[in-house]
């Protein structure tokens, strides 16, 4: 009867080994932007107007929106900035002020670009998953401008503030 025992405890003993590991990961810190890939086009459809300045929303967008999709998993203070530049011509001449542009964010205040980077969202924080910021743009024509076929660009940009 020994026997038999000692041969029953041998064989549950390998069945009580273990073996640990440590497991480690990093999620590293991010702030990432995800945008439709479109271009943004204005529709003069009823040019020349009854009168100057005439604004022209954006007709290509779905909705009039250009939705900027934001995600960041960051402590502190982070924002999004819009960069319209001037257009200019090849000999480097202005053919648009950038100030002849406009945009709102998330159906606000109609604002106009400037030429230089815009902060035109701020959050303190991590998202929690992606974030949708909704742009949208018009055109202010003076009847000033020479007729030809312009590309406006737009740059948004995230930034973690220090």
Same mark, same amino acid.
């Given at each position: 009867?020994?026997?038999?025992?000692? =041969?029953?405890? %041998?064989? %549950?003993?390998?069945?009580?080994?273990?073996?640990?590991?440590?497991?480690?990961?990093?999620?590293?810190?991010?702030?990432?932007?995800?945008?439709?890939?479109?271009?943004?086009?204005?529709?003069?459809?009823?040019?020349?107007?009854?009168?100057?300045?005439?604004?022209?929303?954006?007709?290509?967008?779905? =909705?009039?929106?250009?939705?900027?999709?934001?995600?960041?998993?960051?402590?502190?203070?982070?924002?999004?900035?819009?960069?319209?530049?001037?257009?200019?011509?090849?000999?480097?001449?202005?053919? %648009?002020?950038?100030?002849?542009?406009?945009?709102?964010?998330?159906?606000?205040?109609?604002?106009?670009?400037?030429?230089?980077?815009?902060?035109?969202?701020?959050?303190? =924080?991590?998202? =929690?998953?992606?974030?949708?910021?909704?742009?949208?743009?018009?055109?202010?024509?003076?009847?000033?401008?020479?007729?030809?076929?312009?590309?406006?660009?737009?740059?948004?940009?995230?930034?973690?503030?220090?």
């Amino acid at each position: 009867m020994r026997s038999w025992l000692t =041969g029953f405890i %041998l064989l %549950l003993a390998p069945a009580l080994a273990q073996a640990t590991w440590i497991v480690q990961t990093l999620i590293p810190e991010t702030i990432a932007l995800r945008t439709p890939t479109t271009q943004i086009a204005f529709d003069l459809q009823d040019y020349p107007p009854k009168a100057f300045p005439a604004t022209y929303p954006a007709r290509n967008l779905e =909705g009039g929106v250009l939705p900027v999709q934001v995600f960041s998993n960051a402590t502190g203070v982070w924002s999004l900035l819009l960069q319209i530049p001037d257009l200019k011509d090849q000999n480097g001449v202005l053919v %648009l002020p950038a100030r002849q542009v406009l945009y709102r964010v998330n159906g606000g205040l109609w604002l106009r670009a400037d030429g230089t980077p815009q902060i035109i969202y701020t959050q303190a =924080g991590p998202t =929690g998953d992606w974030l949708e910021i909704r742009l949208e743009f018009a055109l202010e024509l003076t009847g000033n401008e020479r007729a030809g076929s312009y590309v406006v660009q737009a740059l948004v940009t995230a930034l973690r503030q220090p």
